[in-house]
């Protein structure tokens, strides 16, 4: 069993930063592949960005690339978003996802599917962000 705790959101205005960081507690080994979610004001969860632990390979979702980035601490078993330019539209709550079925393919895939938050066994909590005009 894993427990996901994501802690580092907040408010900014428009153009700030913020780093959200994902520690994994429990059976770390089943959290071979990461990532997150958003999920907006009345919207539906959206991909941001999957890595694959064992080599770092990351994969971004449409307009999250080149303003977040993903970077991991394997001894913390740590996995932290560095947010950049935020946008209203980055506006919503974030969760921490993690998966030991799917392979490091799927992991790269999942995150863009319409319906791939379904795909992660486990889920933190979530964080939210709010960025202002």
């Known amino acids: 069993r894993v427990r996901l705790v994501e802690t580092g959101g907040g408010s900014v205005q428009t153009g700030g930063s913020l780093t959200l960081s994902c520690e994994a507690f429990?059976?770390?080994?089943?959290?071979?592949?990461m990532g997150w979610f958003h999920e907006g004001p009345g919207k539906g969860r959206e991909g941001v960005a999957s890595?694959?632990?064992?080599?770092?390979?990351?994969n971004y979702v449409g307009t999250f690339g080149g303003r977040f980035t993903l970077s991991q601490d394997n001894v913390k078993n740590t996995l932290t978003l560095q947010m950049n330019s935020l946008k209203p539209e980055d506006t919503g709550m974030y969760y921490c996802?993690?998966?030991?079925?799917?392979?490091?393919?799927?992991?790269?895939?999942?995150?863009?599917?319409?319906?791939?938050?379904?795909?992660?066994?486990?889920w933190g909590q979530g964080t939210q962000v709010t960025v202002s005009a």
């Open positions: 996802v993690a998966d030991h079925t799917l392979s490091s393919t799927a992991c790269m895939t999942a995150i863009m599917h319409r319906e791939g938050f379904q795909m992660y066994t486990y």
């Open positions: 429990g059976d770390v080994q089943e959290t071979p592949c």
């Open positions: 890595i694959w632990r064992g080599n770092a390979s990351a």
